[in-house]
């Protein structure tokens, strides 16, 4: 998206804020109605309209793009033969860990992403609280479409995330670290409107000079009260 003409980012965005305006009804009842009990097509369009601001951001600075590349690359390479080597040690009991690169696809990689900046936001970025509080949290409440595999692959995958990212410390500022997970879980969920934690701990704290104000209020109405 990035590499797409300016003036087609621009139509593309504000197609989007449009069908969010119509997602949430232009009568006075039914717009009172979906912003008390808002509606995933409002999610799904408010996603748009703040991954379209990212893409300003991201063509803008060049440097932060290839930052979530190379992150993403680290997951897709490093991280991913920790967990395949977990999922062969497991296979003899869960035949399912010996399909693992069938089965993981869907909200694996952005759920960990997401508890982990959600919870290294809440313990100040203290590093070596994250992955046992993040691997609390999921045990709590697992995220959507997740199955045994990602479950019995949790701990291992959460480590192998935490540790590409944290690598990468003595390169980049916390804070731009931060940053570039959060870009690579909203622009790597396959569905954020069934995915709201992604729109609540990735998309809207980018807020001020990466979203626009009406990115960040549609994303507050389409989420509603916590």
């Known amino acids: 998206m990035v590499d797409s003409p300016p003036d087609v980012r621009v139509r593309r965005r504000e197609g989007d804020e449009q ?30 309209v703040g991954r379209g601001d990212l893409v300003e951001y991201l063509a803008r600075h060049p440097r932060t793009a290839r930052r979530v590349g190379e992150l993403g690359g680290l997951l897709a390479t490093k991280a991913f033969a920790e967990i395949r080597g977990e999922a062969g040690r497991r296979s003899a009991q869960h ?5 693992i690169a069938a089965v993981l696809p869907g909200h694996f990689w952005c759920s960990l992403l997401a508890v982990l900046v959600g919870v290294a ?9 994250v992955p046992a509080q993040a691997r609390d949290l999921l045990e709590e409440e697992p995220p959507p479409e997740w199955g045994t595999v990602q479950e019995l692959v949790a701990d291992t995958a959460l480590e192998a995330v935490w ?8 390169l980049w500022h916390p804070a731009q670290l931060f940053l570039v997970m959060r870009v690579l879980a909203v622009f790597i969920c396959p ?9 609540r701990l990735c998309l809207l704290p980018l807020g001020r000079g990466i979203l626009q104000d009406a990115a960040t209020r549609m994303l507050q ?3 509603g009260p916590v």
């Open 19 to 48: 069908n969010w305006y119509t997602a949430v009804g232009f009568d006075e009842r039914t717009r009172r109605a979906h912003l008390a009990s808002p509606t995933p097509e409002m999610l799904r369009y408010a996603v748009e």
């Open 163 to 170: 540790e590409c990212a944290t690598g990468l410390f003595a």
């Open 95 to 99: 035949p399912d860990m010996a399909r």
């Open 221 to 223: 109405q389409s989420l």
């Open 191 to 199: 569905a954020p409107a069934r995915h709201p934690d992604v729109a």
């Open 121 to 129: 936001d809440r313990v100040d970025q203290v590093v070596d609280k």
